[in-house]
């Protein structure tokens, strides 16, 4: 896969990997040519990214065990080394949706800002060891960063791209209040204030079908 400009791609992909893995590691990737060390692939999906409001973001922390927990129940891949927050892929919106409801509902002590942004990245999968690591970069993965800074802790932003996939479903969620944005004409984002837990978790899950 071939780029115009691939040094800012590089640059971010660089950072991600010396802030989560040993420098030993960093240099097996970064010091030989890139083709030798990675390869690149154009994906489409829905990126889910989920910013703790206490430093959590840690392998010693429950609250990384609760999205790893959520990623893998709700058929969602953990990137392994997210710019600052936890990253998580879906083939369908509906089931990042989805998660994004039961992070909030069970967040407990830590409250997060949520995003949801659907479209194009790119998976750049890194050899490393004899192991391959899948990390995703750019495109869509800084839209849904930076619409996850945007949010309100405890509640779920979503962009664009994301709710004309899920906007049905969003009208099924039990005491949801929903916000939208505009830019001109143009939507901007969606912002989805939850219910307080007891009885509407269950019912908004049986709402969406996914009970």
Known sequence: MQFDD????????SQRVLRHLPASAWRKLFLRPVHESMRFTDVQGTLLCAAAQVPAW?????AQRDLEFLARSHGGELDPCPQASALVSFGDAHHA?????????????????????????????????????????????????????QATPGSIR??????????????????????TEYEGEQMAAASLTLAPRSSAFLSTFAGLGLT
């Open 58 to 62: 840690s392998a010693s922390t429950g």
């Open 6 to 13: 691939p040094a800012p791609m590089l640059d971010a992909l």
């Open 97 to 149: 949706l989805a998660m994004a409801i039961e992070l909030q509902q069970m967040a407990g002590d830590v409250r997060y800002q949520v995003g949801i942004a659907s479209g194009h990245c790119w998976l750049a999968t890194l050899q490393l060891e004899g192991a391959s690591l899948p990390i995703l970069v750019a495109g869509v993965v800084d839209e849904v960063e930076a619409i996850t800074r």
């Open 158 to 179: 979503l962009a664009p791209s994301t709710f004309a996939q899920v906007d049905d479903a969003v009208g099924r969620i039990a005491g949801c209040m929903v916000a």
